[in-house]
């Protein structure tokens, strides 16, 4: 326990004090020292919204379980308050180790593709010390939604070797492309690379692509490449020698 008093003591000196003056924790006394102990957490937001939890710690323990508030740091939070709502920390009886829930939504109205932050200070009353960090901190981003496929295939020399199928969940095959002749419509090719667009339903798949050769995208002179992509989703992926058969199994919006 004296070791860890000493590194919360340290931690005192080295973290930042945020927007108040935290009061100064004083290990020979009973006072009540907290302090998170994550300092950022990244969060995805999916339609339903999610809830994440993170811990503080305390310097002792209580008979009686223990509530403390929290307060939002608006010169380094972005987004909209909207965007979660927040809990109080809350320690309870007999234990060192306490939680902060908070919750993410919104999601109609979070913008595409672009993080913002949360920052949460301790709002502490008086007597409490702050002990390690007096904040953390959530990156939260919104879940890309996305059923507009694209497969691009960089091709070596022998490009006739190749076919590709993605099959569903039952087995059924749902796109294929055989000898590039049995293929979905919106092929190109720039000398040498192929793309295709097509649209698949949320579900769950897999992406197989083979080589009759067995040396995958790789003639030994060119070093060719594959990627199924999603929106910035990247599904599948490989390049050069991947082999006789590559497989990857892959869900969308699940």
Same mark, same amino acid.
């Given at each position: 326990?004296? %070791? ?25 006394? +009973? ?6 102990? !994550?300092?950022?957490?990244?969060? &995805? ?10 811990? &503080?710690?305390? !310097?002792?323990?209580?008979?009686? #379980? ?19 709502? $927040?809990?109080?920390? /809350?320690?309870? #009886? ?10 993410? =939504? ?14 949460? %200070?301790? +709002? ?34 022998? #490009?006739?070797?190749?076919?590709? %199928?993605? /099959?569903?969940?039952?087995?059924? $095959? ?20 192929? /793309? ?11 992406? !197989?692509? !083979?080589?009759?050769?067995? +040396?995958?995208?790789?003639? =030994?002179?060119?070093?060719? %490449? ?9 599904? #599948?992926?490989?390049? =050069? ?14």
């Amino acid at each position: 326990m004296k %070791n860890f008093i000493k590194v919360l003591v340290i931690g005192l000196l080295m973290s930042s004090c945020g927007e108040f003056e935290p009061v100064i924790y004083d290990p020979s006394s +009973d006072q009540t020292g907290i302090g998170f102990t !994550t300092a950022v957490t990244d969060i &995805v937001v999916p339609q339903e919204g999610t809830s994440v939890t993170v811990t &503080v710690q305390a !310097t002792n323990t209580s008979s009686n #379980a223990r509530s403390f508030d929290v307060a939002v740091d608006q010169d380094s939070s972005t987004g909209a308050s909207a965007d979660y709502t $927040i809990g109080s920390i /809350t320690i309870p #009886a007999g234990s060192f180790e306490g939680t902060l829930e908070v919750s993410f =939504g919104n999601f109609d109205n979070l913008p595409d593709l672009v993080t913002n932050v949360l920052v949460l %200070n301790l +709002d502490l009353p008086s007597g409490v010390a702050v002990v390690g960090s007096d904040s953390t901190t959530f990156r939260y981003v919104k879940e890309v939604v996305c059923n507009d496929m694209t497969l691009t295939l960089v091709e070596d020399n022998w #490009a006739e070797e190749r076919d590709w %199928n993605i /099959t569903d969940s039952s087995g059924a $095959i749902v796109v294929q492309c055989s000898d590039f002749g049995d293929c979905p419509t919106g092929i190109t090719v720039d000398p040498a690379t192929y /793309t295709w667009n097509f649209t698949l339903p949320d579900g769950c798949y897999t992406f !197989t692509i !083979t080589d009759s050769y067995g +040396d995958g995208q790789s003639d =030994g002179t060119i070093v060719g %490449n594959y990627q199924l992509s999603c929106s910035i989703i990247v599904h #599948a992926a490989n390049e =050069g020698n991947w082999g006789s058969e590559d497989v990857t199994d892959f869900c969308l919006n699940q």
